[in-house]
């Protein structure tokens, strides 16, 4: 029964490269949602989306920035030309449905470091 | 837009009660989760709270008052392991997003 998947764990860029985070959710879960946690910070929701629809991306940032959840497939999130300031830890999480209380199952998250 | 406070960090003793608070501002308020989450590591679901009152589940309770805006989680016989941030959130506004607070860092020492 496996959880909520993440890959790389680990993942180490340049400054100006690109970089791809992927997140397989739990079996049954057509939801999922991606957060950035910066050390000593809380999350901060970045976006949600369902497959093939992107249903709420108010916490992503406008440029550089881009999600998708494909019919097949994981979701992923894209970060181009990354910055320093793009060095966090990346958690996506799954959930079967919005409605209650359907609380949400966090992945082991991406550790991004830009150097 | 939502306001979440909680303690930054807490030190408690092996086998000891902590309670660790959040007080929340917001309008429209759907619902109280609190999860776990060791250095690390993925946070963990640990209980949700929509109405007034206190949910047990084992070693931990939690207790919402809305009208207060006012939240804690209850850790009983502390075991080293317990050592981890504690993580507040609301649901609110007709979101299905949760927002999160800061956390706060337990310690548990011998």
């Known amino acids: 029964n496996a959880g909520v998947m993440q890959n790389p764990r680990h993942l180490v860029r340049r400054r100006g490269q690109e970089a791809r985070l992927r997140c397989s959710p739990m079996k049954g879960h057509s939801h999922v949602y991606w957060y950035r946690q910066l050390p000593e910070e809380g999350l901060k929701f970045m976006v949600y989306l369902q497959k093939e629809n992107i249903i709420d991306e108010s916490g992503m940032p406008k440029e550089r920035f881009s999600a998708e959840f494909p019919k097949e497939g994981p979701s992923i999130l894209r970060i181009q030309q990354v910055v320093r300031g793009d060095s966090a830890a990346y958690f996506c999480?799954?959930?079967?449905?919005?409605?209650?209380?359907?609380?949400?199952?966090f992945g082991p998250g991406t550790r991004l470091t830009v150097t | 837009g939502q306001n979440i406070d909680q303690p930054t960090e807490m030190t408690a003793t092996e086998g000891a009660i902590v309670q660790i608070n959040c007080t929340y501002q917001?309008?429209?308020?759907?619902?109280l989760f609190w999860y776990q989450q060791h250095a690390g590591e993925a946070p963990t679901f640990l209980s949700y709270?929509?109405?007034?009152g206190l949910e047990e589940k084992g070693r931990f309770s939690s207790f919402l008052s809305r009208s207060k805006g006012y939240s804690y989680l209850l850790l009983k016989e502390l075991q080293m392991k317990d050592s981890a941030s504690y993580l507040c959130?609301?649901?609110?506004?007709?979101?299905?997003?949760?927002?999160f607070g800061r956390g706060t860092s337990l310690i548990v020492h011998p």
């Open positions: 999480a799954s959930s079967p449905s919005t409605g209650e209380p359907y609380e949400q199952y």
């Open positions: 917001t309008s429209g308020f759907n619902g």
């Open positions: 959130a609301v649901k609110a506004g007709g979101s299905y997003i949760p927002t």
């Open positions: 709270n929509v109405l007034d």
